[in-house]
């Protein structure tokens, strides 16, 4: 009977020891991605630090901005980065919420993939170019068409007519929101594509089986089951949105001030960073622009990591019905 | 109206507007083309390859800045790559479902989305304030650090691809996981893996954020990686919000290059995935 030979002791070594090599090489990589969420962490607290403690907690309540003065104040760039974020988020869900549907339920198998994948590519087109087209192209298309309509119908209201008074800008906070919009409606709909796919269809059959129309299986049927990957999708937006820096900085026109108006320009935390960080000078200011930085990683981290959450929920459901 | 009338007829408005929807999208994805082309095509000249940014009033080209933006998103993946790639395997392969692997992938997942301008923020801290200036190499580093979780994600998940009998086949052989996967999961996950590399190119090389204070700009010619570099997107915001007629030309003409580049790098990826796609299905 012939044995198999055995393998020299040396090379077996040889084997275990290269084992050893690669699989530490990917355990320090693995770690890597760890380090590099703290090291950022690390590196903003510690940044931020001077002026935290030289303005205390004041820097999130001040309004003022004054390089001359060497007095900052947060409130402003917050109070921006929330409300174009959350006018983007006004705008894109329901386009997002269509897109998702004609591609899930309405369109016909041939156009599937070409209009998703125009979508995607959507998302694709970097935010440089959103911002010199949002400059050129849109903000004067708001300011000629959109705004004056705006004002003279929505400006007299009550409540709400706070909001669309003033001069037509064309660049302010609503374009930016508008141009945000855009941003992130390739990634609600992507999500929400996906989500939606995961329903089953023996479900969506028993709806149309009890003779409900397109229409009422997806509001009855697909959109409940999918509630929470449809809100972590729109929180990845919202997350998305917050921490959009360049196309924001074209559009917003940069002015550290709170005003009631959308129309009027404003300023976000990525913005004012993009803007002045390069060309700061004295350590508070700068401390003070990477404080902002450090406050605009605490909003998006919880932000994404609760939409990250919501979906990883998602995904474990998805693979356990497999 | 009769009941059955009003539910079709809700029907046909709700599907309407999603079919108006989709059309919206897609209507900016074209205004948006339509733009670049339009402003972009008449300064493609040849002189927009041979010649350095000009001053304010003279003409020139983008040659200074397309090289930047070449060696700067070469080195961010040539860095950014390799550690994605291992930690993808990582998790793939050797973490799998432990505790640290969900917490890495879950950090991952948020780098992955985080604003590219901490990202920029944290280079200046780590590189730039020490090394007392700007420079390529911090851009490459900022550039590879936003690469990283973009490979992770997609080595990771085409890993899983592979079938988990061919792992077994392999380590009934008696092979050590590393030779498995080198020899048997990489070569079968290979069109996937250089689909997540497309990726992660067409995601750095539009970057601007974190270059305008690493990298920052440079109006002259310049492969000295120690010193700041000039790269098309900061060309392009500085272009752009010039009040010179030459330097906004160039602007367009740049932004029209860098786009046209990515949805080529964003299209040649899909490609390979459905073809791949396609391959796992016969």
């Keep these: 009977m012939n044995s198999v030979p055995a393998i020299a002791p040396a090379q077996a070594a040889g084997q275990r020891l290269r084992e050893r090599v690669f699989r530490g090489a990917t355990f320090a990589a693995a770690l890597l991605v760890l380090l590099l969420l703290g090291g950022v962490a690390v590196s903003l607290a510690v940044g931020s630090w001077p002026a935290f403690s030289h303005f205390k907690l004041a820097f999130l309540t001040r309004e003022i901005w004054n390089p001359v003065t060497d007095e900052y104040g ?42 998703g994948t125009a979508i995607e590519l959507l998302a694709a087109v970097p935010s440089i170019i959103f911002g010199i087209w949002g400059l050129f192209v849109l903000a004067p ?7 004056p309509w705006l004002i003279e119908v929505l400006g007299p209201l009550p409540l709400i007519g706070k909001l669309f008074q003033g001069p037509p800008f064309g660049i302010g906070v609503l374009s930016a929101g508008f141009v945000l919009a855009i941003m992130v409606i390739p990634f609600v709909s992507a999500v929400m594509r996906d989500v939606f796919e995961t329903v089953p269809d023996v479900l969506k059959e028993s709806g149309y089986g009890l003779g409900a129309t397109t229409w009422e299986v997806i509001w009855q049927v697909v959109v409940p089951y999918s509630r929470t990957g449809m809100i972590g999708g729109i929180m990845l937006g919202l997350g998305r949105a917050l921490g959009e820096t360049m196309a924001v900085t074209f559009v917003i026109g940069n002015a550290h001030r709170i005003g009631s108006s959308l129309l009027a320009p404003g300023t976000t935390i990525s913005a004012s960073i993009a803007n002045e960080f390069a060309e700061a000078v004295g350590d508070l200011y700068t401390s003070s622009l990477i404080a902002l930085g450090a406050l605009l990683f605490l909003i998006t981290f919880t932000v994404i990591a609760a939409a990250r959450f919501m979906l990883m929920r998602l995904d474990r459901r998805a693979l356990s019905s497999v | ?55 304010p009033g003279s003409s020139g080209g983008l040659l200074n800045a397309i090289y930047g933006s070449v060696v700067m998103t070469l080195i961010g ?56 200036h700007f420079s390529a190499i911090a851009g490459a580093v900022s ?33 050590y996981p590393w030779r498995t ?41 310049s492969s000295n990686l120690g010193a700041p570099m000039a790269n098309l997107p900061v060309v392009i915001f500085q272009f752009a919000l010039s009040p010179y007629p030459n330097w906004q030309q160039l602007a367009w003409s740049g932004a029209l ?23 796992g299905k016969r």
Excluded at chain 2, 42 to 55: A, H, I, R
Aim: no cysteine; glycine share 8%.
């Design chain 2, 181 to 221: 996967i080198t020899s048997v999961v990489y070569p079968a996950a290979r069109s996937g893996i250089v689909t997540g590399l497309l990726l992660a190119i067409a995601r750095i090389s539009g970057e601007t954020a974190p270059l305008l204070f690493t990298a920052l700009n440079n109006q002259f010619w």
């Design chain 1, 74 to 115: 947060a409130l402003a760039p917050i109070f921006g980065t929330l409300v174009t974020s959350l006018l983007a988020l006004l705008l894109a869900i329901p386009v997002s919420l269509g897109i998702a549907i004609f591609l899930t339920e309405l369109a016909p198998t041939w156009l599937k993939r070409p209009v």
């Design chain 2, 1 to 55: 109206m009769s009941r059955r009338a009003l539910r079709t007829f809700y029907n046909l408005l709700a599907l309407s507007l999603s079919g108006l929807a989709t059309a919206i999208g897609l209507f900016f994805l074209g205004a948006i083309l339509w733009t670049l082309i339009k402003n972009g095509i008449g300064g493609m000249s040849l002189n927009v390859f041979t010649q350095m940014t000009p001053p």
């Design chain 1, 141 to 147: 298309v708001l300011q000629r068409h959109v705004q």
């Design chain 2, 257 to 279: 290059l860098i786009t046209l580049t990515i949805l080529v790098l964003s299209v040649a990826a899909r490609l390979v995935v459905s073809s791949l796609a396609q391959g």
């Design chain 2, 77 to 132: 993946i040539l860095i950014g790559g390799p550690v994605g790639m291992l930690a993808g395997t990582y998790l793939a392969e050797y973490g799998r479902t432990s505790r640290l692997s969900m917490v890495i992938r879950f950090v991952n997942d948020v780098l992955l989305s985080a604003p590219s301008i901490i990202i920029g923020l944290f280079v200046y801290e780590l590189l730039v304030v020490r090394m007392g």
């Design chain 2, 143 to 175: 550039l590879a650090i936003i690469a990283i979780p973009v490979t992770v994600r997609t080595t990771e998940d085409m890993l899983n691809l592979v079938p988990q009998g061919m792992k077994d086949a392999s380590t009934a052989m008696g092979a």
